[in-house]
C-alpha cells in the first residue's frame, strides 16, 4: 500500500501478512514494515524512517524506528547522512529480549556522481553498475543489553568501508565493551570483499567466516 501526498510524504507499507511468507533469502516474515519518506534520498533534508507492526523474521519479534536524514554535503561536497535507531527490541521465540540504540553517521564517498540513469561512454544508461558503484563510509555508535542481561557498548574506531558491489564490509573496526567481560574489536581488512574478519580479545586474536 503507498499514500502519497502532494507530492510527499510518501508512505509505503510491505504487508508480510499474518502468516510466515519465506523469502528469496529462506527467512520466514510476517507482520508489516512502514515506511515514511519526506523528499528523494539525494536532497538535503529528506528523511526516510522506518518503523514495524507485529514484524517477524523467523519468528524474532522486531521493534523500533531507524531514521535516515540527509544532512547534505561535508567541506569536500560529499553527502552525508545521521542514521539512528530508537527503541530497538527484538524478542526471541523464547521470550528472551535484546535491546539496542545507535546514532552514526554515513558518508558518500564514492559513486555520488552516477545513478542509474546516467548515460556511459555509449551513451548508454548506466544501469545498476550506476548504483552498485556507490561507496559509503560509517561513523559513529551504539548501545543496549543482550538477551542475558547484560549491557554493552558498540563504537566504530575505524570508519566502515560499504561498497553497494559486496554484501560484505570491506574495511575498519569496531570495539565492543560488555559488562564483565574483556573488550574486544573486529577488524573487516584492508579493503577486499570477503567474508573474513579478525576478532581482538586481549593479546589473542581470531580470524572469523562472517554470515551472509
Known amino acids: 500500500m503507498v499514500e502519497l501526498g502532494s507530492p510527499w510524504p510518501y508512505e509505503i507499507t510491505v504487508d508480510f501478512g499474518e502468516v510466515n511468507c519465506k523469502g528469496q533469502d529462506g527467512k520466514e516474515r510476517r507482520g508489516k514494515v512502514i515506511y515514511t519518506i519526506t523528499d528523494w534520498y539525494r536532497n538535503t533534508g529528506s528523511v526516510i524512517s522506518v518503523t514495524t507492526e507485529n514484524y517477524f523474521v523467523n519468528d524474532y519479534k522486531i521493534e523500533g524506528t531507524r531514521t535516515s536524514s540527509n544532512l547534505g554535503p561535508n567541506a569536500s561536497g560529499q553527502m552525508e547522512f545521521e542514521i539512528n535507531v530508537v527503541d530497538g527490541k527484538v524478542t526471541t521465540p523464547d521470550g528472551d ?42 561513523t559513529g ?11 554493552y557498548t558498540v563504537n566504530i574506531t575505524t570508519p566502515l568501508r560499504v561498497q ?37 580479545i586481549g593479546d589473542k586474536e581470531t580470524e572469523i567466516t562472517l554470515r551472509g
Open 164 to 200: 553497494l558491489d559486496c554484501r560484505w564490509i570491506t574495511e575498519g573496526v569496531i570495539s565492543l565493551e560488555a559488562d564483565g567481560y574483556k573488550a574486544r574489536s573486529v577488524d573487516y581488512g584492508a579493503g577486499d570483499c570477503d567474508n573474513k574478519a579478525t576478532v581482538t
Open 97 to 138: 529480549i535484546l535491546l539496542w540504540e545507535s546514532e552514526r553517521k554515513r558518508t558518500w564517498v564514492e559513486g555520488q556522481e552516477t545513478n542509474f540513469f546516467t548515460l556511459d561512454s555509449n551513451n548508454a544508461w548506466m544501469g545498476w553498475a550506476g548504483i552498485t558503484d556507490d561507496v559509503y563510509e560509517i
Open 141 to 151: 555508535s551504539g548501545n543496549g543489553t543482550s538477551r542475558n542481561n547484560i549491557d
